[in-house]
């Protein structure tokens, strides 16, 4: 190899790394800035609050709707559909209000009400698994997101079976 070829292979070289010193410390970083919290990470979120069961709000105020679980409505006329889902919305606020979780999309993106269709995790605890586990909600399929609906199925039938929350004296009145 001739001097000159040598020389600019040893340019070509010393710009690269230049180059690379100079764009590695922000590869792969979040375009969050530090008094940001709301946003870690693409998938990860601050819940600013739980609106019941199985809805949250993200600090970045777009709502979330957990995907394959129904928890009964507080507007239910029945008393002890008014309590399941009153204690619903505490089991979730105790969950995730105020911290960070993790959210995994299924197939779809939003509901007919523009809500995140969503499962949620927190510190490796799946919450919509939970949810329904302890009788805090149950199983309901809305293709075609159900990836976890044998999951659901199951914990359904387990929360059944130890008659927890609404599949016992959760509510008895």
Do not use: H
């Not at 490796?124 to 659901?152: M, Q, R």
């Amino acid at each position: 190899m001739t001097s000159n070829r040598k020389l600019i292979y040893l340019t070509i070289v010393a710009v690269t790394l230049s180059i690379i010193n100079l764009v590695w410390p922000y590869l792969g970083r979040s375009k969050t800035t530090s008094q940001d919290t709301s946003i870690n990470t693409e998938n990860t979120f601050k819940v600013s609050r739980a609106i019941d069961g199985d809805t949250i709000v993200l600090e970045t105020g777009q709502k979330v709707r957990y995907i394959g679980i129904d928890s009964p409505e507080n507007t239910s006329k029945d008393q002890k559909d008014k309590c399941i889902s009153e204690q619903a919305l505490n089991k979730n606020k105790e969950l995730v209000e105020g911290k960070i979780v993790t959210l995994e999309k299924d197939i779809s993106e939003t509901d007919k009400f523009g809500r995140l269709l969503r499962y949620v995790y927190i510190n490796g605890l799946f919450v919509n698994e939970y949810l329904v586990k302890e009788g805090y909600a149950e199983e309901t399929a809305f293709p075609p997101d159900i990836k976890y609906l044998e999951t659901f199925r199951t914990a359904e039938k387990e929360a059944k079976a130890k008659n927890k929350g609404m599949w016992g004296a959760f509510c008895n009145l």
